[in-house]
């Protein structure tokens, strides 16, 4: 997919530095029968990507609003042969087949910024019904400085997307009000260094910067 080919070598290694950081926070937590949720993995399925190394006796529901990107992954997932209880959903809506209250953990691999490309909002806003009060959260946020090139083609390709999308201090802000607890960490400042490597499809070469974040005790969502 596009989103892999493309990118710079420097953001690859960034995203195995981001794959371990989350890991490490991921197995210092008992998530034995715990329920797992990764959506919006239109861009990235960090599941897809670490499911080998990710507890075996959690319940993992992965989704998206494209049927044949869900499908894509579970065939992926499929060939590695583990044993893995794992739940595909394909909704173009945000209302998932799910109780309310039932996820202990959020992951947000880009979901945020994918969710801001076509609605006033992150991707937290879309899921927080079903999360637990006393759930967890980690991912990886992606940014430009919104001055850049990149945020002008950004809006030329997806002209309904917030003006949030990629705005890593208005991320971090929106992520305190909403987690009693949350910490960032910066992963890099991704320079690219030939025109043809590209973080993204609307990513002008230039600077990228890439943050994880680990948070939980979910306040109230403002709705």
């Known amino acids: 997919r596009n989103c892999y080919r493309l990118m710079n070598p420097t953001l690859v290694s960034y995203m195995q530095k981001s794959y371990h950081w989350l890991l490490e926070k991921l197995k210092s937590q008992n998530m034995a029968g715990k329920v ?37 992954y579970k065939g992926l997932i499929d060939k590695l042969g583990l044993e893995r209880d794992i739940l595909y959903v394909a909704t173009a809506s945000s209302l998932l087949p799910l109780k309310e209250n039932s996820v202990d953990l959020y992951i ?30 980690m991912g990886a946020f992606f940014s430009f400085d919104q001055k850049s090139p990149s945020v002008t083609e950004l809006h030329h390709q997806y002209p309904e ?13 929106y992520m305190k009000e909403r987690w009693e607890h949350v910490a960032f960490e910066e992963i890099g ?31 109230n969502l403002k709705q």
């Open 189 to 219: 400042n991704v320079i690219d260094v030939e025109v043809n490597e590209q973080a993204s499809l609307y990513h002008i070469p230039g600077v990228v910067d890439m943050d994880v974040y680990y948070a939980n005790k979910l306040n």
């Open 36 to 72: 797992i949720l990764e959506d919006f993995i239109n861009n990235y399925c960090f599941c897809h990507a670490n499911i080998e190394e990710m507890p075996a006796d959690a319940l993992y529901i992965i989704t998206d609003k494209y049927p044949e990107l869900v499908a894509i």
């Open 108 to 137: 947000d691999f880009d979901s945020a910024n994918e969710y801001a490309l076509f609605h006033k909002g992150y991707s937290l806003e879309a899921v927080s019904r079903y999360l637990k009060p006393d759930s967890c959260a």
């Open 161 to 173: 997307a917030w003006d949030r999308s990629y705005d890593n201090k208005h991320f971090k802000l």
